[in-house]
C-alpha cells in the first residue's frame, strides 16, 4: 500500500482527541431551534449541551452528509495521491451513513474505497482511525488493516445510562420496544451497544445514579481477569466522570487511569445531555 486515506464520520468525535495523523472527517448536521448547524465546526460541544439545558423545549436531530458529499471527498483524497481509502462509520444500525458511504464508495473512479462499519460510536472509531495510519505507515496491506480493525469490533462492549430516553427513543435510536414502556415510567434504564451494533436496553432502573452504578458493576464483572484498556465516554457530565473513574478505580487500582472523551453533538441529540458510557476494549 502506497497512500491511505483515512475518513471517519463526525459521530465519532475525533475533533476533540489531539491527534497528528491526516485523517478526513464527514460531518453531520445538527436541525435544532429553527436553526442548522454543521458539527463541531457550527456547533462544539459544550455550547450544544449548554444549550439543551438552558432550553428544555429544544429537540435536535440530526441529518447525515449526501452520497454526494462522501463521494466529492473520496475524489478530494485521489487528487491528492491516495491509492486506497477506508472509511470508517458509525455503527449501520444507527445511522444510514455506512449505506451512503458504501453507494458513494461503488461511484468513485481511480480509488479503491473500503466502507467499515465499526459497529460503534464515539472513542472506538478513533482508535481503529490511528491504527490504520499506523499499520499503513508500517506498510500493511488493506486486508491486514481490516482484520486489525475488526479485532477492535469484535471486542469490546460499552455499556451507558441516559438521563432522558426522550431522545433515544423520539430519534428512533433505541432498537427494542422496552425503550417506550421505560419512557412513560421514567426510568432510566442500563442501555448496552450489542454484538449487532444496536442500542438496546438490558435491565429497567429508576435513577440515574443507580444506573451508573449498574453500568459500573457490569463493567467490572465482564472484565475480570481480562487484558483491557477502559473508557469512559459522556455528554457533558464531568461530575459523573470524575464518580466512575474513582469507583472502578478503588476496586481495579492497576488500571492506573481511565481516559474520558466527550460525545459531539451528532451523538449528544440522540442521548441527550449526562449520557454517561463506560465501556472496554480487548487488548490483542
Known sequence: MKKLGVLVCTNSAIDYIPHTDQIEVIRSTILMGGKEYVDFEELKADEFYNMLESDPSLFPRTA???TGTMLERYEMLRDQGCDEAIFITISSKMSGIF???????????GIKVTVFDSKTVGYLQCKMAFL???????GKSMA????????IRDNNHLYFAVNDLKYLVKNGRLSNAAGFLADVLRIKPLLEID??????????????????DRVI?????ETEGKNYEPFIIHANNPEAVAYVREKVLAIR????????YLLTPAVGAHCGPK??????????
Open 64 to 66: 447525515m452528509a449526501s
Open 99 to 109: 449505506e451512503n458511504a458504501m453507494i458513494a464508495a461503488n461511484m468513485v473512479e
Open 132 to 138: 490504520a495510519h499506523e499499520l499503513a505507515r508500517a
Open 144 to 151: 491486514q488493516i481490516v482484520e486489525a480493525l475488526s479485532f
Open 195 to 212: 454484538k449487532a451494533g444496536a442500542v438496546v436496553t438490558v435491565e429497567k432502573i429508576r435513577t440515574m445514579s443507580r444506573a451508573i
Open 217 to 221: 458493576d457490569k463493567f467490572l464483572e
Open 253 to 260: 487500582p492497576e488500571i492506573g487511569h481511565i481516559n474520558d
Open 275 to 284: 449520557a454517561m458510557t463506560l465501556g472496554y476494549v480487548l487488548k490483542p
